[in-house]
């Protein structure tokens, strides 16, 4: 019987299982994944500055990309260069290292949770596995006690037959057509002739219209001259969480005696659905409470979950005004004018790490929404995070 048994073995499941090996050896893990691999099939990204010297550590392991030499957004009115150095980590990767690194009995792929209590889990298969302590970071789910919109994207992985010329990623390239949705695309150079490109809206509908994506993605690179072949391909929809009932929320979830993380429980950036450094923190912090504690476990993230949605109220507020302010087609304004804004400031937005001063900020000066229509945003009720 182990320790603990960990429901979910993406991003936030892997690294709690991996810090919890770390910090508590004494401890035995069983990281119990539906899928044949840990991480599906994702691209997780960050800047350098997301993440402290224990985070850093945390993800050495994995092999990933770095870029140095800083990145570039660009909208239909302004370009710029930001020094701030990028990472990332493909779920491939990230699956090689954790079955390189955590003991061959935690490794439980291929196995999908049909049920779970404060004692165990059943299998799909029938088979029972009671552990000590359980913490269930499975995917999140779409709620009606939540509310915002949806962040839908498509990303391939390109090989072109010269080089591309990117030499920094791109953040976000605006300087598109917006097609009834805020509409960037992303760019990773992953070799002198292979590119990462995604791209991604802030819609009010999470649909991914694969078909019409990939054939903007062609277009993108048609207009650059780039003849491609694809290597892979990943799509994604993620909430952006704009307000909602959090308790009533994390209420629906509740299971006596499982801790609810990662995503699933509310461990994201609301605005901008970066996982990757609170998933780092929250599995050091997972960890120590571990070694300290396990039948504290349930409470103690419980009591964290609620202090990040604290925590992170006012990316919620901005949220709310991108989409139920700006119209739809008008909604790369906002970014475009946050992008003027002093880079330290943009940095610390990124981290979730907002001074006072730096709220204070970005909502002073020109609004980039009617401010009738913000003040009516502010005070009226969002759409409910549900899919259909």
């Not at 030499?167 to 805020?182: F, K, L, S, T």
């Not at 695309?185 to 292979?194: A, C, I, K, N, Q």
């Not at 507020?317 to 943009?346: D, N, Q, S, T, W």
């Amino acid at each position: 019987m182990p320790d603990i048994a960990i429901i979910g073995g993406g991003l936030a499941g892997g690294l709690a299982a991996l810090a919890i090996t770390r910090a508590a050896p004494q401890l035995s893990v069983s990281l119990i994944e539906a899928g044949d691999s840990f991480g599906g099939n994702h691209r997780w990204s960050w800047f350098e500055g997301d993440l402290g010297p224990q985070e850093a550590a945390l993800l050495e392991p994995f092999e990933k990309t770095e870029w140095t030499g800083g990145n570039d957004v660009r909208f239909p009115a302004h370009e710029r260069r930001l020094e701030g150095n990028y990472r990332s980590l493909d779920s491939r990767d990230f699956d090689a290292a954790l079955r390189r690194l955590l003991p061959q009995e935690a490794i439980r792929t291929g196995s999908r949770v049909m049920g779970l209590d404060g004692n165990g889990v059943t299998l799909e298969s029938g088979e029972r596995i009671a552990a000590k302590a359980l913490i269930d970071c499975r995917d999140a789910v779409p709620s009606e006690h939540l509310e915002g919109g949806w962040q839908v994207f498509l990303g391939q992985h390109l090989r072109t037959s010269e080089p591309h010329g990117i030499d920094r990623p791109v953040i976000m390239d605006a300087a598109v057509e917006q097609p009834d949705a805020y509409r960037f695309v992303y760019l990773l150079p992953l070799g002198t002739d292979e590119i990462f490109v995604e791209d991604t809206y802030y819609t009010d509908r999470p649909v991914v219209d694969a078909a019409t994506l990939r054939d903007r993605i062609a277009d993108y690179c048609a207009q650059r001259g780039w003849q491609t072949e694809a290597l892979h391909e990943e799509t994604g929809i993620l909430p952006v969480i704009t307000g909602g009932d959090f308790a009533a929320y994390r209420a629906s979830l509740a299971n006596p005696g499982v801790a609810v993380a990662g995503a699933r429980g509310g461990f994201v950036h609301p605005l901008t659905s970066y996982t990757l450094p609170i998933a780092a923190q929250n599995a050091l912090a997972i960890a120590g409470a571990a070694a300290e504690d396990l039948a504290g476990l349930p409470e103690f993230v419980e009591d964290r979950a609620h202090a990040h949605w604290k925590r992170t109220a006012y990316y919620r507020l901005l949220g709310k005004m991108l989409f139920e302010a700006a119209e739809p087609a008008e909604r790369y304004r906002v970014f475009e004018r946050f992008y003027r804004l002093p880079e330290p400031l943009i940095s610390r937005f990124y981290a979730a790490r907002s001074t006072p001063l730096d709220k204070l900020r970005i909502l002073t000066g020109r609004p980039p929404v009617p401010v009738g229509r913000a003040i009516k945003a502010l005070l009226g009720k969002g759409a409910p995070l549900v899919q259909g």
